[in-house]
């Protein structure tokens, strides 16, 4: 991969978008490495993800203007789905996604840190989705997932004035959960993948699922879904270990994701 690094640290993975003397921006070969990079997480040994952007000033400061500048509508639509498709699959990973902003988010790099699971940003980080300003609409989720997150007004308000918000106000609106110090926020984010690391794998994975396909339905069904998700947690080892160990008053041994 020319353009995204991948590497494990316990069983944590780190995916690092790579491209920081264009400040990371998104263009077809780092989509396509990306998609690259998910396709090597080893599911078995690996619980957690943290996606970032190399360098300091930007996590991803949006998609490649000068390649899209010249795209037909017809090329325009298909590099939407390009993104897309690899944005959905990030939101649908069976394992927990951590975003961990480091500087510009704005555009596809606010579009891919929404489909992230949790996100967490360093004090310089600035998001925004800036497309209307040069001729086009959000194409990589942003009218989508933004309002999903923040809610419709907050959303319309930053899409249709493509006005940038700056860390404090990305934690006000919940957009991100957690603010930090930039070189506190690499500690933070493995923090916080440890801590999701160390719990049952299979219930984890299954309370990602829950949660998003719930939200895509009423609550009757999200509450079947549900059910159904609590079910097959059990006869697991994991269940079985989780709940003798606090019946005997216990530490865990060992969740080993089966």
Known sequence: MEFVTYEVEN??????????????????????????????????????????????KSFVAGADIGEMSNLTKAEGEAFGKKGNDLFRRIETFPIPVIAAVNGFALGGGCEISMSCDIRICSDNAVFGQPEVGLGITPGFGGTQRLARIVGVGMAKQMIYSARNIKADEAYRIGLVNAVYPQEELMPAAKKLAATIAKNAPIAVRNCKKAINDGLQTDMDQALVIEEKLFGDCFETYDQKEGMAAFLEKRKVEAFLNK
């Open 11 to 56: 069983q944590i993975g780190i995916i690092t978008i790579n491209r920081p003397k264009a400040l990371n921006a998104l263009n077809s070969a780092v989509l396509d490495d990306l998609e690259e990079a998910l396709n090597g997480v080893d599911l078995d040994t690996v619980r957690v993800l943290i996606l970032t952007g190399a360098g300091e």
